[in-house]
Each structure stands twice: as structure tokens, then as C-alpha cells.
């Protein structure tokens, strides 16, 4: 069977392979991008799903506008407005099957063989895959604490005259960085000067942890004349609400939007209409904010108690920044007092020890660092992220 040679410039998620390794009984996992099934309003989803089944069960059982379910589109208009983008309507954006399948409507409709898209390094492994399937070349633009650096940034769009640039600017997966306001609104103006189109992918913006971080780029791009022609924003209910909804959404500029509802009638005709009229119910319930504050509290909880064990059990063989929110932890093996500086042999000893993460390498879209990784501290509670971390101060030990 020969199959299209698109194929050949993509592989299957070192991450997703790594799972099959965690079958082994008691072991503790700090390698999923996963929300805590614990934290899903499970009576809120109930209600709303019987309220769609009471109220309107022929609409939500049957095929749906491919655009997406109006009355959703008409809340997360709302919910948006709450964020700071108050000029959204429903009619400026589209659902989709989670963000993911948004990223992948964005590389249909833009990318050709030998484009250039840009990416942070390191940056969401799904996006790098799903960009490599149309035949761009990928690159990683660095990153430090406060997120991209946009000098250089603004060199390799020069440089190379990309296609697109997709960042996570709050609580990257899987840096973790928050992108300063300073640099937002700088990327912003290099979209208008150079005429590229900047995706916003922000996934996690809603999970921080004590002070709320800058507006979006959305929210911002009043601020920037004609940046909001070059902008999309990707957003999405599944670390939030429950990904299992798989609602997300699309916010673009119309022609965009046209081609890339055009692409979705291809793929699935339209995102589950049961699954987003129950959203919409949800929304439009009011639960959201009280939904939001506890999963802010319980992740803040365990992302201070994984730092503190990090602190004590690796020392300066680790660096890292605390994150400010989101899922995950992002560091480097230093190599300090003769520890081992390969993330990937880290992990294989950790697995040894029944505790896992996932080796930072393949994150990259090109140049991986080899002494990084990504800790989630997400579905742990404290005391498996205690004894988790501790396990994995014996394997460093041990990989000397």
C-alpha cells in the first residue's frame, strides 16, 4: 500500500508513546497534558445536558449549522467579552472539534509546500506535527521567562518572510511562560508591518494562579490599528470545563473564516450539536466563575508544593521558572555536582523508579534542547506530587 507522501513529514507523538509506558502498576505520572477529571463540574454538565434533552432534544440530535450551534457561537461571544473582547460576535468566529482541530483549519487554509511557519522553541508538539502534514518548513523562535523574544522574532520574520507565527502567549504548553504585555503589543505591530498572520492559541489563560495576566492579543488588538486583520485566535472549553466536550472555537477575519468552514465541512460536517448545545446551557448557566476558582485554587495548591519538592529534591541540578498558571513545569538539567544533563535518560531511569514525565527534545521544531522537560503537576493531589518528585530525586541520583 502506498501511502501520500505527505506522511513523511510527520511521526507519532513521542508523548502519546510514552503513555504506553505507564500501564505499570503504581506509577506516578507527571506526563500528561491532561486536566484532573476531578476538577469537571460533573452536576453543572448534567444539568445543562438534561436541559438540552428537556428543552430541545430534536435541534441538539441533529445535524447542525457546520459554523457551529448558534446559540454557543452567542456564548462564547459573551464569555470572550468578559475577557476583554467586547467586539466579537457570533459571526466572528466558528466552533470546532477543540482548538486543535482550529490549528488544523489554519494550516489547511494558509500553508503550502516550502512556506515557513514559526513557532516558539519550544512549543504544543500537536501543532508542529499538524503544520508539518501541508509541507511548510517549521522553525522554533527562542523563548525565555517572559515568553518569545521578540528581537528574535522580528529577525527570523525578516529573515525568512513566514506564512504565520503561532505563539501561546499565557501558560504555555509546554514552557509555561507568560508573555509580558511589552511584548504582546510588539508582536502585534511586527503582524502589521511585515503582514503576517500571528495565531493566538490560548488555551490556558483562564488557569492562573493569583494575579490575572495580560489581555490577550484579541483584547489588545484595538490598541494596534489594522493588527486585528492579521490575527486569529484560537480558544477552547477543554481545560476549563472538560475536554471530552471537545468544544473550541475559532476567531478570525471573514475570508478566513469562509475557507476554513469551508475545510470543516469536509472533515466532520460540524462539531457534535449534543456536545454544544450542553455547552452553551453550561455557559449560560453562570456556573463558569465558580468552576474557574476552584480549578485556579487547586492547581495554584499543587503547582506551589511541586516547586518546593523540586527545590528540595533536585536542587541546582534543575532550573526553572514557578509558573504563574496553567498545567505545567519547564526546565533544564543543569548537570550541577555531576548529575545527569539528558532528559530523555532521566526519563527512562525515572520509569525505572514508577514515576514519569515527558524529555523536552520533542518539543522543538528544530535544535531541541536534550537537558529539557515538562512536568505536569495537574492531576496529581500534593501528597502523590511529594512522593512523585521524590522518586524522581533518587533516579537523578542514580543516573549520575
Not at 523574544?149 to 504565520?164: C, G, N
Request: with cysteine.
Amino acid at each position: 500500500m502506498e501511502f501520500a507522501k505527505r506522511l513523511d513529514h510527520v511521526e507519532t507523538s513521542a508523548i502519546r508513546e510514552l503513555f504506553k509506558l505507564l500501564g505499570k502498576p503504581g506509577i506516578i505520572s507527571f506526563a500528561g497534558g491532561f486536566p484532573d477529571s476531578a476538577m469537571f463540574d460533573v452536576e453543572g454538565i448534567r444539568e445543562a445536558s438534561q436541559r438540552v434533552l428537556t428543552e430541545q432534544p430534536g435541534p441538539a440530535l441533529q445535524y447542525g449549522a457546520t459554523e457551529g450551534h448558534p446559540p454557543l457561537r452567542e456564548e462564547i461571544a459573551r464569555f470572550m467579552a468578559a475577557k476583554g473582547v467586547s467586539d466579537v460576535s457570533a459571526s466572528d468566529l466558528i466552533v470546532t472539534t477543540g482548538s486543535q482541530q482550529a490549528l488544523d483549519l489554519i494550516a489547511k487554509t494558509l500553508l503550502n509546500d516550502g512556506d515557513v511557519a514559526l513557532v516558539e522553541a519550544p512549543t504544543f508538539l500537536a501543532t508542529i506535527q499538524c503544520f508539518r502534514l501541508y509541507g511548510p518548513r517549521v522553525l522554533g523562535v527562542p523563548i525565555d521567562a517572559d515568553g518569545v523574544r521578540v528581537d528574535a522574532l522580528e529577525e527570523m520574520i525578516v529573515r525568512h518572510r513566514p506564512k504565520l507565527v503561532y505563539i501561546i502567549p499565557t501558560f504555555g504548553n509546554p514552557s509555561g511562560a507568560m508573555l509580558s504585555l511589552e511584548r504582546r503589543l510588539h508582536i502585534l505591530k511586527l503582524a502589521v508591518q511585515h503582514q503576517v498572520v500571528v495565531v493566538e492559541d490560548d488555551p490556558y489563560g483562564d488557569l492562573y494562579f493569583g494575579a490575572e495576566p495580560p489581555p490577550s492579543l484579541l483584547a489588545l488588538s484595538h490598541q494596534v490599528p489594522g493588527s486585528r486583520d492579521w490575527l486569529l485566535h484560537c480558544g477552547s472549553l477543554s481545560k476549563v470545563l472538560s475536554p471530552g466536550l471537545r468544544v473550541g472555537w475559532l476567531i478570525a477575519p471573514q475570508a478566513l473564516l469562509q475557507r476554513a468552514t469551508m475545510c470543516k465541512q469536509f472533515s466532520d460536517a460540524h462539531t457534535s450539536t449534543y456536545a454544544q448545545a450542553t455547552a452553551a446551557e453550561y455557559l449560560k448557566s453562570g456556573r463558569m466563575p465558580a468552576t474557574l476558582d476552584h480549578v485556579r485554587r487547586v492547581y495554584g495548591e499543587r503547582a506551589a508544593t511541586m516547586g518546593r519538592a523540586l527545590r528540595r529534591e533536585l536542587g541546582d541540578a534543575f532550573s526553572f521558572n514557578q509558573p504563574q498558571g496553567g498545567l505545567f513545569f519547564w526546565g533544564r538539567l543543569t548537570g550541577a555536582g555531576g548529575a545527569v544533563s539528558d532528559g530523555q535518560m532521566l526519563a527512562k531511569k525515572a520509569i525505572e523508579h514508577n514515576v514519569a514525565f515527558v524529555p523536552g527534545a520533542p518539543f522543538f521544531a528544530d535544535q531541541p534542547d536534550m537537558a529539557s522537560l515538562r512536568l505536569s503537576f495537574a492531576t496529581s493531589d500534593a501528597a502523590k506530587i511529594e512522593e512523585g518528585v521524590t522518586r524522581l530525586g533518587r533516579a537523578l541520583r542514580e543516573a549520575r
